[in-house]
Every structure is written in C-alpha cells, then in structure tokens.
C-alpha cells in the first residue's frame, strides 16, 4: 500500500472540496478578528460558555458581546433570520467604496 488516497484526483459530484473549505473556515473562525462596531481586537473561545450571538454568513467568524453592535431587522436575543457579515467579509464583499 503506497497510503496514497484512490479518490485523489475528486470525482465529480463529490462534496469533500467543500467540506474541506467549510473545515478550514471552522479553524480561522478561531483565529482573533476586528469588530466593525467598535474596534476592537477580540477571539471567539472554543468551548467558551459565552457563545457568540452570530456567525457571519460567509466565513463563520463568531461576533462578540459588543455594545456598539445592533443588528438590523432583528435585537441580538432574537437574531433568527439575521444575516451578519463579519468586518473582513463585509469589507472584501462590500461593492461601494469604505472611506
């Protein structure tokens, strides 16, 4: 046996690429991160009791308890159907101009 994968070059149809990718999101989401509302430097703990109200929709970055932040649509003890971008994400995807 040569412990070379038989699946390596992915068939297609097969969802490892993404699951690969949505792992590796997993591991960053733990890395620390700017928060849009007040900036500050902060990191989401793993198994951490406080758990983050949101996780931004693209790369599962958790939020943080920031006072400054308010979801829109939505109060933060009630954040079903709140779709929030984190700072990075909402920079990177954001079309109009940041000052």
Avoid at 9 to 18: A, D, F, Q
Avoid at 32 to 51: H, I, L, Q, R, T
Avoid at 78 to 83: A, E, K, R
């Amino acid at each position: 046996s040569s412990g070379i994968n038989a699946e390596w070059p992915l068939r297609p149809g097969t969802n490892k690429p993404s699951l690969a990718t949505r792992i590796i999101l997993e591991i960053q989401s733990y890395f620390p991160a700017m928060c849009a509302g007040c900036d500050a430097e902060y990191s989401v703990e793993f198994d951490s009791e406080n758990k983050s109200a949101l996780r931004c929709f693209l790369c599962f970055q958790g939020s943080h308890h920031c006072t400054a932040f308010t979801p829109s649509g939505s109060s933060p003890s009630s954040p079903i159907g709140t779709v929030w971008l984190c700072r990075s994400c909402h920079n990177t995807n954001n079309p109009a101009k940041r000052k």
